[in-house]
């Protein structure tokens, strides 16, 4: 199966595999296999093949310590080819909140036409406890599978974001799941991605996905190297489609979410993006990393009224700490 991607990406715990970035500075070692073969490593792969040798987990010299690891067995494919029925969940902070149906869209625009019914449920400056607040009021209506990208907003206790961590996978199993790591823009995102390693390799329906690489390409985010460009709006929803794949089904659609407080600031960032504004605009109450209010760029490409912040939408508890608007 041909996959249109720049990156590798992985099942954490059993077969499908990605050259994962732990951003740890962990020590440079050879890359090995048990056969001799090369191993996979991280980017520059562009189809995902039916099977490959195995390897045993080993890292390079790039910069984030990046970790390769060997695809023995690809036989399960894209998530599309895994599931019965073609609804899926996206959960996430302000990264996730900027391609949602309320902003650019980009989600849906590119899930729909593979056959997927799609919901997005993200805020701004959300933390992990989010996800599970979200499956409290949705877990029951009939995922098949599920994309989480949590863990910009941390603050800086691993122990609490694992457990948290380890219970939203828990509660989506055995249903496909995609991870995606965090961007590094900061030292401590660190914890984070390594926690997102080793809660997703006691699940073998869990898939993680190197955001972390993927957005060291610098167009991708804006001034503060986390919120999303334009062309990282684009980049983001097209790796979500590239992993999750076409889907057999019915009524292929974008729904409607409760979930669209976005009262803790904008989804491009405390100085908005570097190329357009979203096509709504949001509360700019929140608190920035840099303490000023967030705003949006000031070139608009659609004409747009101020949402209420929704009855339904849950608060977070978690919210209260400064945020750093993801």
């Known amino acids: ?75 399960s494919g894209q998530v599309g080819s895994r599931v019965r029925g073609n609804k899926v969940i996206l959960i996430g902070d302000s990264v996730m909140t900027s391609i949602s149906r309320r902003y650019g869209d980009q989600a849906c625009s590119e899930l729909v036409p593979l056959g997927w019914r799609v919901e997005v449920d993200a805020e701004t400056g959300r933390f992990i406890e989010f996800g599970n607040k979200v499956l409290d009021k949705r877990l029951g209506a009939g995922w098949d599978a599920a994309v989480i990208l949590l863990g910009n907003n941390f603050l800086y206790d691993k122990v609490k974001y694992s457990d948290q961590l380890r219970m939203l996978l828990t509660r989506l199993a055995p249903r496909p799941t995609v991870l995606l790591n965090t961007t590094m823009f900061r030292p401590a995102q660190a914890n984070v991605n390594k926690a997102i390693v080793a809660e997703a390799s ?70 908005g993006s570097t190329d357009t504004k979203p096509s709504t605009s949001t509360s700019d109450s929140g608190a920035t990393t840099d303490g000023s209010s967030p705003s949006p760029s000031a070139t608009s490409t659609k004409a747009t009224t101020p949402p209420s912040p929704s009855s339904s939408a849950p608060t977070s508890s978690s919210a209260k700490p400064p945020t750093t608007n993801g």
């Open 1 to 75: 199966m041909t996959l249109a991607a720049t990156h590798v990406f992985r099942r954490a715990g059993a077969a499908i595999v990605v050259g994962l970035a732990l951003v740890s500075g962990c020590s440079k070692q050879s890359a090995s296999s048990t056969d001799g073969s090369a191993p996979i490593t991280v980017g520059g792969v562009g189809v995902l093949p039916g099977s490959l040798p195995s390897a045993p987990l080993t890292a390079d010299p790039s910069p984030l310590g990046a970790v390769t690891v060997s695809l023995p067995h690809a036989s």
């Open 202 to 271: 006691a699940f073998d329906n869990v898939t993680v996905v190197d955001w972390a690489s993927i957005t060291e390409e610098s167009r991708l985010t804006g001034p503060d190297g986390l919120h999303l460009t334009e062309a990282g709006r684009s980049k983001l929803a097209k790796t979500i489609a590239m992993v999750l794949g076409p889907v057999s089904g019915t009524g292929a659609d974008c729904l409607k979410s409760d979930f669209k407080d976005d009262s803790m600031g904008s989804p491009t960032g405390p100085n």
